[in-house]
């Protein structure tokens, strides 16, 4: 069934959220753990976002995901695959609000890197920030029930913004 796709009003309790995250995911993932990020739209103060937290997680390697994976899934994340071909995986923990959303990243990997250089613009920009949070609610408005679409037609702005002129 699909997931409506709704947006809150940013919550300043989201970065509280992150922390504890953090230190749960750090404890439990610890060999494993180069950085933990809070990446996307709750980690933009003032912007409008799902609410959900999304961590991106660099490992030591590109051999410390399964190892970081079966890790995860013990603690209750959710498994959701590659989406983008890259060797980062998915994992979604519903068990709480917000929910939680990891990413496992391999070194320099390329969607983690893009990740987070726009979160650190619509961080110092925003008037950029005003724009995509126009968007999203546009997006969320006109793809109530279709999250894959909502995110991929955000694709072009992200990408302007990452890529520059």
């Known amino acids: 069934m699909p997931t409506l796709v709704e947006l809150s009003a940013f919550d300043p309790s989201w970065k509280n959220d992150f922390t504890a995250a953090e230190v749960l995911l750090r404890a439990t993932l610890g060999k494993f753990v180069v950085s933990v990020d809070h990446i996307g739209s709750t980690a ?26 079966v890790e995860l899934i013990k603690l209750g994340f959710e498994p959701r695959g590659n989406r983008y071909d890259d060797d980062v ?30 979160r650190d613009y619509l961080r110092q920009h925003d ?9 999203k609610r546009r997006l969320a408005n006109q793809f109530p029930y279709d999250g894959d679409r909502y995110t991929s037609e955000k694709s072009a702005f992200v990408s302007d913004i990452v890529e520059g002129p």
């Open 44 to 69: 933009v103060p003032g912007l409008a976002a799902k609410p959900i937290i999304d961590i991106n997680i660099t490992t030591s390697s590109l051999n410390d995901v399964p190892d970081a994976s």
């Open 89 to 118: 995986l998915a994992f979604l923990w519903k068990c709480r609000m917000p929910q939680i959303r990891v990413y496992l990243c391999p070194p320099s990997n390329q969607t983690h890197e893009r990740r987070m250089l726009f």
């Open 127 to 135: 008037e950029v920030a005003t724009a995509y949070a126009v968007l």
